[in-house]
């Protein structure tokens, strides 16, 4: 049992989640960072298309995105598992 996994949320959790999320898409562009964001295209969780916004508003130059292919699942980084990313 990961004490990390969220089973159960309450509507406050959950607003203030949504409310962060918006922040991040709003503000996107001010992130003045070196930036790398590799997301999973068969994510259930994370939305790959709201990813796909996310990462257009990213400030060019600073960042770089890889969207995994539809088959690799999110937590492949978590587990170890390698894949072959090409540009």
Sequence with gaps: EDPLVLRQVNVRW????LGAQREVLQRARELDLPLLVLYAGADRVADPDETDRFVARLPRGRSEARRLPEGVKPLVLRCGERVEIHP
Excluded: G, M
Aim: proline content about 0%.
């Design 14 to 17: 959950f607003r203030e989640a």
